[in-house]
Nanobody, 123 residues
Framework: QVQLVESGGGLVQPGGSLRLSCAAS????????MGWYRQAPGEEQRELVA????????NYADSVKGRFTISRDNAENTVALQMNSLKSVDTAVYYC????????????????WGQGTQVTVSS
């Protein structure tokens, strides 16, 4: 059973930092793109925060450029999000997302999501 497990959320004051981590586990043949999305309170949809390809190419939402940094460890099947200069508008549930191919015989790629981790920025 493939799963993504996030960690590192919590309460932080404005201007502070947090580091989120996500580990993919299970019988995995390969992982393509990985990324972080978030869903703010009262919002119905998740928005892209940052993505990273297997070769390390990154993409960021304009609202987090210069403050957040995404990274991954292909050997460990992990992705991290370093968040600096946090603002109250960054308060949200953060979700890890990965496109991966499990060892299930059908040779197809699937999108997997983590369970989410709460980030609250407040004084």
């Amino acid at each position: 059973q493939v799963q993504l497990v996030e960690s590192g959320g919590g309460l932080v004051q404005p201007g502070g930092s947090l580091r989120l981590s996500c580990a993919a586990s299970g019988r995995i043949f390969g992982i393509s793109d990985m990324g972080w999305y978030r869903q703010a309170p009262g919002e119905e949809q998740r928005e892209l925060v940052a993505t990273i390809t297997k070769d390390g190419s990154t993409n960021y939402a304009d609202s987090v450029k210069g403050r957040f940094t995404i990274s991954r460890d292909n050997a460990e099947n992990t992705v991290a999000l370093q968040m600096n200069s946090l603002k109250s508008v960054d308060t949200a549930v953060y979700y890890c997302r990965a496109q991966l191919r499990p060892y299930n015989g059908d040779r197809k790629w699937y999108i997997y999501w983590g369970q989410g981790t709460q980030v609250t920025v407040s004084s």
